[in-house]
């Protein structure tokens, strides 16, 4: 096997990636302090299904946040601003799609 892309088990994707990717991500848990992603957005749709846990997902342009729990989908449209939070005390787990030009 070649030597795999530099961007292969990082997050967020890197925005100039113009396929469609499917990944799983984990956010540990919140402690003292919520653990999240960076401040990021997509060039695509992007889809969000939360196999376990309760995801907080913020959008810092508008200052709204969501609330997404287990067994339940979000839809992100192409290029708002969003970031991932677990306040909880469990781990989020989650299953995302981004798919550029669809």
């Known amino acids: 096997m070649g030597k795999l892309p530099d961007w292969i088990g990082n997050f967020p994707f890197p925005p100039d990636k113009k396929k469609p990717i499917m990944a799983e991500f984990f956010l540990p848990s ?21 196999c376990e846990g309760d995801l907080c997902v913020f959008f810092p342009d508008t200052k ?10 979000i839809f992100i449209p ?22 550029p030009g669809l």
Do not use: F, M, T
Request: aromatic share 6%.
């Open 64 to 73: 709204e946040a969501l609330e997404v729990r287990p067994q339940a989908v």
């Open 30 to 50: 919140g402690g003292l302090s919520p653990r999240c992603s960076e401040a990021h957005s997509h060039q695509g749709d992007e889809a969000v299904y939360v």
């Open 78 to 99: 192409e290029g708002v601003k969003h970031q991932y939070i677990n306040y909880s005390d469990q781990v989020v787990k989650a299953v995302k799609a981004v798919a």
